[in-house]
């Protein structure tokens, strides 16, 4: 990360700007299809259809919960509150309507609703009261917790037969939750890229100073990031609600590191300012398709442990090798 | 003659009326052996008690507590996973004057320094379920565990009389190392020869009892293995989401050895049908565990009776080919999360787990 900080970025802003997202593009998909490589040498059946079309709903949670972690992550914010966002929309999306299909939109919507209201009040505490995100979310998180036990006391309940349909089924062969990663890739991109408000959105990641002394409202967007990204971890919610059709009240525990790792692993700065959210969604079917050739090489857990750290050391280094190559030719 | 007779069947009416009344009398106060007739108060304390299979283990202790009029007073206190709550749980319990403690000492030994002092200062204390070391008469008064390498023994047989030539078994369970797997595979390993092969790595697959990781481990093992016969299982409801994976990539679900869940014998009668493979067989998944820890600690705070058994053996509970001891079990109109398997009504589990 210190490499994002030394590099003269204004350069790269004004004359590089297309070069760069097909670095962290490239950069990605070289890991992948690495990855790929070795998957069909060491462990062929990691990549045969049955095992792709099982492991790619995983791999599109960790896709959109990684969607949401970017945008805030671009305004330079951490948020911790993900485990509990996404385990109280699993939560209100299978116990509210106790598997009476006839409930499920009141479910989603009410979802929605929680994860919207700890949207703005996370955006709230960070962006008016200027209180560190880590910290803040740390604390929304523990309320989101206690609305999950309040909810369902920690029992798991079963989801309703219609949200393991859309949720769990294919469309065309591809498992339905692809579609709506895809959805949500194709949107963040098209809003940060295409319109003005993106544009702008990017712009206060990159100097919330500079947007200040050119007039724009650096308060709100950045209240508007972890509002976005609430919308984003409900989606995640929902779909594991769906997929896992008993899935426990804490769900969520297990995608707060991949988020953040898909995030770094795309190319976005920590510090904020650009984001890749197509070199995110690749990163996630990195990381996740990692642990399926983890699981198929058939070695001891602590073997398998091993194998995810190293590929992920891997891509990171690949990502930081490259760059430091691009510093070298621009100066 | 007409009188005698008379006589004779009036006395023979009265005593029976005299034993009948008697008998009701008798059953009306029947007290379990284990109940004695000095006063105590009892407290049960548990490690974490979030989730459903805590719930229904709680309320069945409740039951057992309720069963003996000697109790004067129950209470109960959940450590929330907070190893330092459970800590003061105990000790506070203690300072109240609780006489009799049962305790569910998820820490592990850190909870025996707890576990001792409050042995010491002359309270009845009964770990169960959870190894906490130390030694009985020692550190606590009595400890009882549960076996799991008796479960591994139960599935073993029943692999046997499914597969008798052999077969490719899958064994998960869940965080890498824990104990319960590892007796479980020890008594799996005792009953199954070389015939079987085991395809997971060594010693189980690891899920985390997490359903979402379940399901990837399973979607990996099938791809990998073209073959699996029999997956055993320390944690049936976890598969449920898991199972359907085989039928996505074209394969009949394969025999099931594991514990018991409403969810998962209601999946196994809809799908069981559709999937030739798809025997099931479960051992109870241990709620009643509790009631023999109360009845130890109970039996010592009122000197009463001591029960017979000393650890809890897991009975074998559904079998889909034999249908003995029970056919596959489901109550589609109550919670998926119940285990008709425990002595607790399933109505009354349904209340426990708040559905």
Same mark, same amino acid.
């Given at each position: 990360?210190?490499?994002?900080?030394?590099?003269?970025?204004?350069?790269?802003?004004?004359?590089?700007?297309?070069?760069?997202?097909?670095?962290?593009?490239?950069?990605?998909?070289?890991?992948?299809?690495?990855?790929?490589?070795?998957?069909?040498?060491?462990?062929?059946?990691?990549?045969?259809?049955?095992?792709?079309?099982?492991?790619?709903?995983?791999?599109?949670?960790?896709?959109?919960?990684?969607?949401?972690? *970017?945008?805030?992550?671009?305004?330079?914010?951490?948020?911790?509150? &993900?485990?509990?966002?996404?385990?109280?929309?699993?939560?209100?999306?299978?116990?509210?309507?106790?598997?009476?299909?006839?409930? &499920?939109?009141?479910?989603?919507?009410?979802? *929605?609703?929680?994860?919207?209201?700890?949207?703005? &009040?996370?955006?709230?505490?960070?962006?008016?009261?200027?209180?560190?995100?880590?910290?803040?979310?740390?604390?929304?998180?523990?309320?989101?917790?206690?609305?999950?036990?309040?909810?369902?006391?920690?029992?798991?309940?079963?989801?309703?037969?219609?949200?393991?349909?859309?949720?769990?089924?294919?469309?065309?062969? *591809?498992?339905?939750?692809?579609?709506?990663?895809?959805?949500?890739?194709?949107?963040?991109?098209?809003?940060?890229?295409?319109?003005?408000?993106?544009?702008?959105?990017?712009?206060?990641?990159?100097?919330?100073?500079?947007?200040?002394?050119?007039?724009?409202?650096?308060?709100?967007?950045?209240?508007?990031?972890?509002?976005?990204?609430?919308?984003?971890?409900?989606?995640?919610?929902?779909?594991?609600?769906?997929?896992?059709?008993?899935?426990?009240?804490?769900?969520?525990?297990? &995608?707060?590191?991949?988020?953040?790792?898909?995030?770094?692993?795309?190319?976005?700065?920590?510090?904020?300012?650009?984001?890749?959210?197509?070199?995110?969604?690749?990163?996630?079917?990195?990381?996740?398709?990692?642990?399926?050739?983890?699981?198929?090489?058939?070695?001891?857990?602590?073997?398998?442990?091993?194998?995810?750290?190293?590929?992920?050391?891997?891509?990171?280094?690949?990502?930081?090798?490259?760059?430091?190559?691009?510093?070298?030719?621009?100066? | 003659?007409?009188?005698?007779?008379?006589?004779?069947?009036?006395?023979?009416?009265?005593?029976?009326?005299?034993?009948?009344?008697?008998?009701?009398?008798?059953?009306?106060?029947?007290?379990?052996?284990?109940?004695?007739?000095?006063?105590?108060?009892?407290?049960?304390?548990?490690?974490?008690?979030?989730?459903?299979?805590?719930?229904?283990?709680?309320?069945?202790?409740?039951?057992?507590?309720?069963?003996? =009029?000697?109790?004067?007073?129950?209470?109960?206190?959940?450590?929330?996973?907070?190893?330092?709550?459970?800590?003061?749980?105990?000790?506070?319990?203690?300072?109240?004057?609780?006489?009799?403690?049962? @305790?569910?000492?998820?820490?592990? /030994?850190?909870?025996?320094?707890?576990?001792?002092? %409050?042995?010491?200062?002359?309270?009845?204390?009964? =770990?169960?379920?959870?190894?906490?070391?130390?030694?009985?008469?020692?550190?606590?008064?009595?400890?009882?565990?549960?076996?799991?390498?008796?479960?591994?023994?139960?599935?073993?047989?029943?692999?046997?009389?499914?597969? =008798?030539?052999?077969?490719?078994?899958?064994?998960?369970?869940? /965080?890498?190392?824990?104990?319960?797997?590892?007796?479980?595979?020890?008594?799996?390993?005792?009953?199954?020869?070389?015939?079987?092969?085991?395809?997971?790595?060594?010693?189980?697959?690891?899920?985390?009892?997490?359903?979402?990781?379940?399901?990837?481990?399973?979607?990996? $093992?099938?791809?990998?293995?073209?073959?699996?016969? @029999?997956?055993?299982?320390?944690?049936?409801?976890?598969?449920?989401?898991?199972?359907?994976?085989?039928?996505?990539?074209?394969?009949?679900? /394969?025999?099931?050895?594991?514990?018991?869940?409403?969810?998962?014998?209601?999946?196994?009668?809809?799908?069981?049908?559709?999937?030739?493979?798809?025997?099931?067989?479960?051992?109870?998944?241990?709620?009643?565990?509790?009631?023999?820890?109360?009845?130890?600690? @109970?039996?010592?705070?009122?000197?009463?009776?001591?029960?017979?058994?000393?650890?809890?053996?897991?009975?074998?509970? $559904?079998?889909? %080919?034999?249908?003995?001891?029970?056919?596959?079990?489901?109550?589609?109109?109550?919670?998926?999360?119940?285990?008709?398997?425990?002595?607790?009504?399933?109505?009354?589990?349904?209340?426990?787990?708040?559905?």
């Amino acid at each position: 990360m210190s490499a994002v900080s030394t590099t003269p970025t204004g350069a790269d802003r004004y004359g590089a700007g297309r070069m760069q997202l097909t670095r962290s593009f490239v950069t990605v998909i070289f890991s992948t299809v690495v990855l790929l490589v070795a998957c069909l040498v060491f462990a062929p059946s990691s990549v045969s259809w049955g095992a792709l079309s099982g492991s790619l709903p995983f791999a599109a949670i960790i896709a959109i919960v990684g969607l949401g972690q *970017l945008l805030v992550v671009q305004q330079g914010g951490f948020d911790l509150s &993900l485990p509990g966002a996404v385990s109280l929309a699993v939560v209100v999306s299978t116990h509210y309507p106790q598997q009476n299909d006839g409930l &499920l939109y009141q479910a989603v919507l009410l979802a *929605l609703a929680f994860n919207l209201a700890i949207g703005i &009040l996370n955006g709230v505490l960070v962006s008016l009261f200027r209180l560190n995100s880590i910290i803040a979310t740390i604390g929304t998180n523990a309320l989101l917790y206690a609305t999950v036990f309040a909810m369902s006391g920690g029992v798991p309940s079963v989801t309703t037969g219609l949200l393991a349909n859309i949720a769990g089924g294919e469309t065309f062969g *591809l498992p339905n939750a692809v579609y709506f990663a895809l959805g949500a890739t194709a949107l963040v991109s098209f809003m940060l890229k295409k319109t003005v408000a993106g544009r702008r959105f990017e712009a206060i990641g990159a100097s919330p100073a500079a947007g200040e002394a050119a007039g724009l409202r650096v308060r709100s967007y950045q209240m508007m990031a972890y509002v976005y990204a609430q919308l984003f971890y409900c989606l995640a919610g929902v779909l594991i609600a769906g997929i896992t059709r008993e899935p426990t009240a804490f769900q969520g525990d297990s &995608l707060l590191l991949p988020s953040v790792a898909v995030v770094v692993l795309g190319g976005t700065s920590l510090l904020g300012g650009r984001g890749f959210p197509i070199s995110t969604v690749l990163a996630a079917f990195f990381l996740n398709q990692l642990s399926q050739f983890a699981l198929s090489v058939g070695v001891p857990y602590s073997a398998q442990t091993i194998i995810q750290a190293l590929a992920l050391g891997f891509g990171i280094g690949v990502y930081s090798l490259r760059w430091s190559g691009k510093v070298r030719k621009t100066t | 003659m007409n009188y005698a007779n008379l006589k004779k069947g009036l006395a023979v009416s009265v005593a029976t009326a005299v034993i009948a009344l008697g008998g009701a009398g008798l059953a009306k106060a029947e007290t379990p052996s284990w109940c004695g007739p000095k006063k105590a108060t009892l407290a049960l304390l548990d490690g974490y008690g979030g989730n459903s299979w805590r719930q229904v283990t709680t309320a069945s202790g409740k039951q057992t507590v309720e069963l003996c =009029p000697s109790i004067t007073k129950y209470e109960y206190a959940d450590g929330q996973g907070d190893t330092q709550k459970a800590i003061s749980d105990i000790k506070g319990m203690a300072a109240k004057g609780v006489d009799a403690l049962v @305790v569910f000492g998820d820490a592990g /030994p850190a909870m025996l320094p707890a576990i001792t002092s %409050v042995f010491k200062s002359g309270k009845i204390i009964v =770990p169960y379920r959870v190894a906490v070391g130390g030694k009985e008469g020692v550190n606590y008064s009595k400890f009882i565990g549960s076996s799991f390498e008796n479960d591994g023994v139960t599935w073993g047989k029943w692999i046997k009389g499914v597969l =008798p030539k052999g077969g490719n078994v899958l064994f998960i369970s869940g /965080p890498a190392g824990n104990s319960q797997g590892l007796d479980e595979l020890k008594g799996l390993k005792s009953v199954l020869g070389p015939e079987y092969v085991f395809v997971n790595q060594a010693p189980f697959a690891v899920t985390n009892w997490d359903p979402a990781l379940t399901q990837k481990v399973l979607t990996a $093992e099938i791809a990998k293995n073209a073959k699996i016969d @029999v997956i055993v299982s320390d944690f049936g409801p976890s598969l449920v989401g898991a199972l359907p994976t085989f039928t996505k990539q074209g394969k009949s679900i /394969p025999a099931l050895a594991t514990s018991d869940g409403n969810s998962l014998g209601c999946f196994w009668q809809d799908n069981n049908a559709s999937n030739p493979d798809f025997k099931l067989f479960t051992v109870a998944t241990g709620n009643d565990n509790v009631r023999l820890a109360v009845q130890w600690a @109970v039996a010592l705070a009122t000197g009463g009776e001591k029960p017979k058994e000393q650890i809890f053996e897991a009975p074998a509970y $559904e079998d889909s %080919v034999s249908g003995k001891p029970n056919a596959v079990q489901c109550r589609k109109d109550l919670p998926g999360a119940i285990y008709m398997s425990s002595a607790l009504k399933p109505e009354d589990q349904a209340k426990a787990v708040g559905q």
